[in-house]
């Protein structure tokens, strides 16, 4: 039997896999049922012949008792010496958000189609690696060196409680781990090299309460944060998106660097939805909004910082009575693996065998934990390859094909013949 053929075979296994998984809400935030999903990988992998950790990330954001950041790395061994090779899947997903014409943790079937939260991104990925690595031992139960599979937290909120964590604790050192596969959905005829930076950061106009009758009295924050987003829209998004990279990043939109208003919020808290009396008459005092800021490789990060400084500066200079503060919530360096890097060119190798097309290199337009390997790693030999389409990603109805996971199982276990087996 070939390895190929022994994936063909697996196929009601890789669906059944994929929809336990899919069945576990992992919602992020705040974290739910990280326990739950760590425990169904490590147990069925622990029945196969690998060594588990169950790793809680104690004391990274988020992590509490109540919604504690659990991870399992999963380690067979072959039965000679030789390098490892680590595919790494995050398990959280993302809030289920509005429109949806099914249930989202339903895992439903329809046609070569698999529905569900976190079915593209990334659970089909997850479970077509894990998949992949088991037929690879069973049909080459001699191999060199290791396989390493893992399921972390929280990517969907920087990976700090999985990826990063464990980078910190040496599971990503370049001595214990050489070649490291993330099954992201960025199609499987694609090898993603890298990512996008990221600037995070919190923007608050000040006001002075007053009389809603007699705003004249006091100072509206709200109108101030209106000059803030005029501003960013005169002056700050045409010049981003005058700005071009080299990086093949996809979709094409992503080649320029952008801005996302990821909330606004200014006046009175809101009420919850018990209470059905009217507002106070006042006038807000604060106005905050979060913004989420992508460069290029091209730009960094002093400079995009010092980009929306100046801007809000020049307000405070201009505008009467304008006074802001800003917090910087989090910064993500680009990342970028060179083509000739020894898990590119197996893959690439790996697609044309396999799916018989040359695959296409591309940059992802948003960060993923491939950041953590390579900065707290120092391991720069990282890629995402895996099934699912990128745009689906977070979206209603969510979906991931069969066909495309059992393509790029076959893809992932033919690099591991070429990586782990004797030439």
């Known amino acids: 039997m070939t390895l190929a053929t022994r994936i063909d075979t697996a196929r009601d296994d890789l669906v059944a896999l994929t929809q336990a998984l899919i069945r576990i809400p992992t919602l992020n935030p705040p974290g739910r049922h990280y326990h739950d999903i760590c425990a169904l990988v490590g147990d069925r992998l622990g029945r196969h012949g690998f060594d588990v950790q169950m790793i809680r990330a104690h004391g990274t954001p988020g992590d509490s008792d109540t919604y504690p ?209 009217l507002p106070a008459h006042c006038v807000p005092d604060s106005c905050r909004i979060v913004i989420d800021r992508r460069f290029l490789v091209e730009e960094n990060v002093e400079q995009v910082r010092a980009e929306v400084v100046e801007l809000l500066e020049g307000l405070k200079a201009s505008r009467d009575r304008f006074d802001y503060e800003m917090r910087e919530l989090n910064v993500v360096l680009p990342s970028m693996t060179d083509k000739a890097a020894p898990v590119v060119e197996t893959v690439h190798a790996a697609i044309e065998a396999v799916l018989g097309v040359a695959p296409t290199y591309v940059a992802s337009p948003g960060s993923y934990d491939q950041k953590h390997i390579d900065r707290i790693g120092k391991l720069r030999n990282c890629i995402a390859y895996g099934p699912g389409e990128l745009e689906l990603a977070h979206k209603p109805d969510e979906w991931i094909g069969i066909t495309d996971m059992l393509d790029s199982a076959k893809v992932m276990g033919a690099a591991l013949e070429t990586l782990l087996l004797p030439r």
């Open 69 to 277: 950041r659990w991870n399992v790395v999963a380690r067979r061994e072959g039965k000679t010496s030789g390098e490892c090779v680590h595919f790494n899947s995050h398990h959280d997903v993302v809030e289920v958000g509005q429109g949806w014409t099914r249930d989202p943790f339903g895992a439903e079937i329809e046609g070569d189609k698999i529905y569900g939260r976190g079915a593209c991104d990334m659970k089909g990925g997850l479970a077509a690696s894990i998949i992949a690595a088991e037929a690879f031992i069973a049909e080459h139960p001699h191999f060199s060196g290791a396989v390493e599979i893992s399921a972390t937290a929280d990517e969907e909120s920087g990976g700090y409680g999985g990826v990063a964590y464990l980078a910190e604790q040496g599971f990503f050192d370049p001595a214990r781990v050489q070649h490291v596969i993330i099954p992201e959905p960025l199609n499987k005829d694609r090898i993603c090299l890298g990512h996008r930076g990221g600037w995070w950061a919190e923007i608050e106009t000040k006001g002075e309460i007053a009389h809603g009758s007699m705003p004249f009295l006091g100072d509206c924050a709200v109108r101030h944060m209106g000059a803030v987003l005029d501003t960013f829209e005169r002056d700050l998004f045409p010049a981003m998106a005058a700005r071009h990279t080299d990086m093949p990043v996809v979709p094409e939109g992503a080649r320029q660097s952008t801005m996302n208003i990821n909330s606004i919020h200014g006046g009175q808290p809101e009420q919850g939805d018990d209470y059905d009396g």
